[in-house]
Antibody, heavy 122, light 110 residues
Framework: EVQLVESGGGLVQPGGSLRLSCAAS????????MNWVRQAPGKGLEWVSV???????YYADSVKGRFTISRDNSENTLYLQMNSLRPEDTAVYYC????????????????WGQGTLVTVSS | QSALTQPASVSGSPGQSITISCTGT?????????VSWYQQHPGKAPKLMIY???KRPSGVSNRFSGSKSGNTASLTISGLQAEDEADYYC??????????FGGGTKLTVL
């Protein structure tokens, strides 16, 4: 059974750092396209970052230069290192899988974790 | 990376059909067949309902269907049921090698 479990959220002051983890089971993280998606309180979903099977990474403009996505193949875990945090980064952070490879007509976020809440406030 | 445009809310009575639109540009919705739709109940993680514009994952009711015309994708729910009341989000791959979500639509079953 595919499962994604996020952890590492909490309260942090503006300018601070936090590292989120997403432990995967039932599949191999490095063989899929792994993403972080966030949702501010009462707001919609916002894509944050992706790491592809080859290690290439991409980021939303809102987090570029401050967040770093990575994975530990031995632990089968996805990470999101968040630096220089701002109040507007307050959100529930979800990890989500895109099964690789994408076909010409299929590239969905098929499994999601339950999310971890990050609150940036003084 | 502007969000795709969805109506803030739609409503319908049980048994009726509703359609939620998702408008982007030729750089996202219009340029790729990577449009998918997600259902989210309060306090829960999103659930994949439609992918590849028209495909339904195993286990999703055939009351849910998707389509696309130009830069606008649509999700149609037929035979509305109380359990369909939720927030719905579309998403698309973009030419900037990123992903973009719609602002979300709150579906109310009257």
């Amino acid at each position: 059974e595919v499962q994604l479990v996020e952890s590492g959220g909490g309260l942090v002051q503006p300018g601070g750092s936090l590292r989120l983890s997403c432990a995967a089971s039932g599949f191999t993280v490095s063989s899929n396209y792994m993403n972080w998606v966030r949702q501010a309180p009462g707001k919609g979903l916002e894509w944050v970052s992706v790491i592809y099977t080859g290690g290439t990474t991409y980021y939303a403009d809102s987090v570029k230069g401050r967040f770093t996505i990575s994975r530990d193949n031995s632990e089968n875990t996805l990470y999101l290192q968040m630096n220089s945090l701002r109040p507007e980064d307050t959100a529930v952070y979800y990890c989500a899988r895109i099964p690789a490879p994408c076909s010409s007509t299929s590239c969905p976020f098929d499994y999601w974790g339950q999310g971890t809440l990050v609150t940036v406030s003084s | 990376q502007s969000a795709l445009t969805q109506p803030a809310s739609v409503s319908g009575s049980p048994g009726q059909s509703i359609t939620i639109s998702c408008t982007g540009t030729s750089s996202d919705v219009g340029g790729y067949n990577y449009v998918s739709w997600y259902q989210q109940h309060p306090g829960k993680a999103p659930k994949l309902m439609i992918y590849g514009v028209t495909k339904r994952p195993s286990g999703v009711s055939n009351r849910f269907s998707g389509s696309k015309s130009g830069n606008t994708a649509s999700l149609t729910i037929s035979g509305l049921q109380a359990e369909d009341e939720a927030d719905y989000y579309c998403t698309s791959y973009t030419s900037s090698t990123t992903w973009v979500f719609g602002g979300g639509t709150k579906l109310t079953v009257l």
